[in-house]
């Protein structure tokens, strides 16, 4: 698992800031921080999918958006947010699970236009469903859960509920990348013909590892159901999955800590850029097409990038040196010696 120290004190100054900084944010900055917790919670997921275990995923949006309309669809039924969660987990699980299974017949772009396709499958029913869904108008008034009697209706009082559920999912995801589990995904990534000859059922671990990033993103849309209180189907386009990809690849795919810096690009970067008014949007994808030329392997790739160039150096210098001491040296030196 890449976790460099670099990276590992950048993620505890950015925690200190998480916990201190919000109260004196004003409304639209809380909101805006509180999404990009949810999209860090979505985006771990899809880190594990295509960053550890090597699959390729353009449908992730899809389960960010059953998630959102599971819960959203029962709390307006009635029905506790704490049971719609967990149903919505469960959801997302069968249906990841479904949608590993293309991936044991196809890789690479193949796997990649196949769950774009369930994306697409999935938009079309969120859009003409009005029945369940509302459609095009959506569902609004989406309740804010309460936790052990405390009311999360603020926006301060739920940033710090999302925040939690980002730190809790967090651990767990980091607990499973260090475990046996772990390993798995990562030599099925590297190689499935040696993993398999290993013992690793790379079967089993194909579709568990879509499934589990499906889990991820469905909680990750529940949370964003009661953020934004009002629920509708451009929010889960192919559009939105091919922007948590971006997220995953330019934070860096394999690294824990991909997400969160990833997010930081695909969240905040553009709100910051809005100073540029109608050309925001041509600034923010020059300025992603750069960092790919440059970073290809991701922003969080720089500090192995920096290591290797170091590494090379020394290896360089000390073949220089043997080399030198190699050479003999000619007569007319010796003898003058």
Known sequence: MKVSL??????????????????????????????????????????LTIGYAGQKSLGHAAFFGIGAYTVAILLKAGISFWIGLPLAMIGCFVTGLALGFPALRVQAIYLAFATLGFNTAVWLVLRNEEWLTGGSFGI?????????????????????????????????????????WGKAFTALRDNPIRAESLGIDIRLYTLLSFAIGAVY????????????????????????????????????SGYFFGPMLGSVVGVLLPEWLRFAQGWYLAVFGTAVILLMLWLPDGLLSIPDRIRAKRLARAASAARSAEAGAATPQPAAGRVAQ
């Open 140 to 180: 609004n008034n989406v309740a804010r859960p309460s936790l052990f009697g405390w009311s999360l209706d603020g926006n301060l009082a739920y940033y710090y509920f999302v925040l939690g559920m980002a730190v809790l999912f967090g651990a767990l995801l980091w607990a499973l990348l260090r475990s046996p």
């Open 217 to 252: 993103a469905g909680v990750a849309g529940a949370l964003f159901a009661s953020l934004v209180q009002f629920i509708e189907p451009a929010s889960f386009t192919v559009g939105a999955s091919i922007m948590m990809y971006l997220v995953v690849v330019v934070g860096g």
């Open 6 to 47: 670099p990276a590992m004190a950048i993620a505890g100054m950015v925690a200190v800031v998480l916990l201190a900084l919000p109260p004196f944010l004003k409304g639209s900055g809380l909101y805006l921080v509180s999404y990009w917790l949810v999209y860090v919670i979505a985006t771990m997921g899809l880190n």
